[in-house]
């Protein structure tokens, strides 16, 4: 199981961005898929977390700001993110768990400019 994680970029405060992970191998299907993030001199964190359910759960600092979705069909797991501060510059790496098994993505650089 791979996954590739795309769409980070340097973005202005107050734009959006989405990003996208792809799972790739042999998989019927995904439990739990999410977002951390890590920024310079930080642990990693959590963001977001959407369970195969589809109930999903944010950190505090979100406060409604992004929005995580999946498509299982896909093997895919987003991140829409609206109304970015500088505190959202991060590597930003997606996680899924496969039959037990937690992977990780190799992470997506998200900058924020003021």
């Known amino acids: 199981v791979q996954l590739q994680a795309s769409g980070g970029g340097l973005v202005q405060a107050g734009g959006s961005l989405r990003l996208s992970c792809a799972a790739s191998?042999?998989?019927?299907?995904?439990?739990?898929m999410g977002w951390y993030r890590q920024a310079p001199g930080k642990q990693r964190e959590l963001v977001a977390i959407?369970?195969?359910?589809?109930?999903?759960n944010y950190a505090g600092f979100v406060k409604g700001r992004f929005t995580i979705s999946r498509d299982n069909a896909k093997k895919t797991v987003y991140l829409q993110m609206h109304s970015v501060v500088p505190e959202d510059t991060a590597v930003y790496y997606c996680?899924?768990?496969?039959?037990?098994?937690?992977?990780w993505g190799r992470g997506t650089q998200v900058t924020v400019s003021s």
């Open positions: 959407v369970a195969s359910g589809g109930s999903t």
């Open positions: 191998g042999s998989i019927f299907s995904i439990n739990d």
């Open positions: 996680r899924m768990t496969v039959y037990g098994v937690v992977y």
